[in-house]
């Protein structure tokens, strides 16, 4: 826009989220959606990538409620996904913690993904859109995966290939872990706003 980019400071937002880190061998054979329930969080499609994965998917935990609970609990017949609905935010972190990925299949333009970070509090790492700032949260796949927004196929091919390959997953949460703690927790809020 013309604007001198030595002047431009981009100062994300930050978590106070208390999660704690539970090692690898302890966590669920889970993947976790956490968000509401309503088309622009992409929750359909992801759905329907549950489908087409069929007997080899990994459980899908959703956590959430909106408009479309119904009809996507309908679509989700004879599938590997459980709905538990709303949850306090402890709750939230602590299922988080547990699973081995988190999936944000976004299809609009997020202002930015807390769940995300949370997710990255705790070690856990991230699925996300290729849209708006949402790749760049998870810095070049240090801590997971990116697949196109609304494409069934991409999301299954990127997902299904990190699922069958525990020694990324691992990494990537390492990787989220030094990602949190550099970028995005209260200390390194406080060290941006003073520099």
């Given at each position: 826009a013309?604007?001198?980019?030595?002047?431009?400071?981009?100062?994300?937002?930050?978590s106070?989220?208390?999660?704690?880190?539970?090692?690898?061998?302890?966590?669920?054979?889970s993947?976790?959606?956490?968000?509401?329930?309503?088309?622009?969080?992409?929750?359909?499609t992801?759905?329907k990538?549950?489908?087409?994965?069929?007997a080899r998917?990994?459980?899908?935990l959703?956590i959430g409620?909106?408009?479309?609970?119904?009809?996507?609990?309908?679509a989700?017949?004879?599938?590997?996904?459980?709905?538990?609905?709303?949850l306090?935010?402890?709750?939230?972190?602590?299922?988080?913690?547990?699973?081995k990925?988190?999936?944000?299949?976004s299809?609009?333009?997020e202002?930015?993904g807390?769940?995300?970070?949370?997710?990255?509090?705790?070690?856990?790492?991230?699925?996300?859109?290729?849209?708006?700032?949402?790749?760049?949260?998870i810095g070049?796949?240090?801590?997971?995966?990116?697949?196109?927004?609304?494409?069934?196929?991409?999301?299954?091919?990127?997902?299904?290939?990190?699922?069958g390959?525990?020694?990324?997953?691992?990494?990537?949460?390492q990787?989220?872990?030094e990602?949190y703690?550099?970028?995005?927790n209260?200390?390194?809020?406080?060290?941006?706003?003073?520099?």
């Open positions: 013309g604007f001198d980019a030595r002047k431009v400071y981009v100062k994300v937002n930050f106070d989220v208390e999660g704690s880190y539970l090692p690898w061998q302890f966590r669920d054979n993947v976790v959606f956490v968000g509401r329930l309503s088309a622009e969080k992409g929750i359909e992801l759905i990538c549950w489908r087409e994965w069929g998917a990994p459980r899908l959703v409620d909106g408009p479309m609970r119904q009809a996507l609990e309908q989700s017949s004879g599938c590997n996904v459980q709905f538990v609905g709303f306090d935010r402890t709750q939230v972190i602590e299922a988080v913690a547990r699973a990925l988190l999936v944000f299949p299809e609009w333009y202002p930015f807390l769940s995300v970070i949370e997710a990255m509090s705790v070690g856990t790492p991230v699925a996300v859109s290729r849209i708006a700032g949402l790749p760049d949260l070049g796949g240090k801590c997971g995966v990116l697949f196109y927004p609304s494409s069934v196929a991409d999301m299954l091919r990127s997902l299904s290939k990190v699922w390959d525990e020694k990324t997953l691992i990494s990537c949460s990787g989220a872990l990602m703690n550099t970028h995005y209260a200390d390194a809020n406080y060290r941006a706003i003073m520099k």
